[in-house]
């Protein structure tokens, strides 16, 4: 199966600072990929839709200039969380949809990232 | 996007026992998919229901829908302490679209 690598797994920052989130598809190209917020024992909330050659989809809430998202190639998007505070503490998890007949509909997530800002 | 509803939020069995967990969404789908994600991990894909599939079966799974009710459910049969983990259901509305997820159960299975 497709497999997407995410990295870093765990990351703590002062607050303030920001931090690159990477997430690419190993062995198959995805135009399209997605970056999702999840707080503990809750379910996965879409932030982004992630466009390779363009510019990224905002979901309604999300702030586009807090949560930078670049998807330079058909492998890699970054996900930056810029001027990172306590408040934006949480599991980040990316994803990207599956090639092929009957793989399209399926989505391959990265193991995600955990980010704690102090 | 407005998340589904998923009961019970949390499950606890003993192994060898079946598990069943329900979805209920809002809008209507052209798939919906459950997935299952160990603690700090990311989301592995499950199943894929198509809108006009009814039922369907894969190993010990298997995911019933019925989309005049706007549901959906899960069945581990004979589970398994691995099987510990929450699942999530969620739906698309295309081809590669982005999926809307429900708010999950946390399955726990004791030996």
């Known amino acids: 199966g497709a497999v997407v690598s995410q990295h870093p797994s765990w990351v703590i920052c002062k607050s303030g600072t920001s931090v690159k989130i990477e997430c690419r598809s190993l062995?198959?190209?995805?135009?399209?990929m997605f970056w999702y917020r999840q707080f503990p024992k809750q379910s996965l909330m879409l932030m982004a839709t992630?466009?390779?050659?363009?510019?990224?989809?905002?979901e309604q809430g999300v702030e586009k200039d807090k949560f930078l998202i670049n998807h330079a190639s058909l492998t890699l998007s970054t996900l930056t969380v810029t001027s990172a505070h306590p408040e934006d503490s949480s599991f980040y998890i990316c994803?990207?949809?599956?090639?092929?007949?009957?793989?399209?509909?399926?989505?391959?997530f990265g193991a995600g990232t955990r980010l704690s800002v102090l | 996007s407005q998340q589904g509803e998923e009961d019970p939020q949390a499950l606890s069995i003993q192994e060898g026992e079946n598990a069943t967990m329900n979805c209920s969404y809002k809008?209507?789908?052209?798939?919906l998919q459950w997935y299952r994600q160990n603690s700090g991990r990311g989301l592995v894909h499950l199943i894929l229901?198509?809108?006009?599939?009814r039922e369907k079966h894969s190993g010990r799974l298997r995911v019933t829908l019925d989309t005049s009710k706007k549901s959906s459910s899960l069945l581990i049969t004979a589970s398994r302490a691995a099987d510990t983990a929450s699942y999530f259901c969620?739906?698309?509305?295309?081809?590669?679209?982005?999926?809307?997820f429900g708010t999950g159960t946390r399955l726990q299975v004791t030996l």
């Open positions: 809008t209507s789908i052209n798939n």
């Open positions: 229901i198509r809108s006009n599939e």
């Open positions: 969620a739906t698309d509305t295309g081809t590669a679209s982005k999926l809307t």
């Open positions: 992630s466009n390779e050659g363009s510019k990224a989809t905002y």
């Open positions: 062995d198959f190209q995805a135009t399209t």
């Open positions: 994803s990207a949809p599956g090639r092929g007949a009957g793989a399209k509909n399926i989505q391959y």
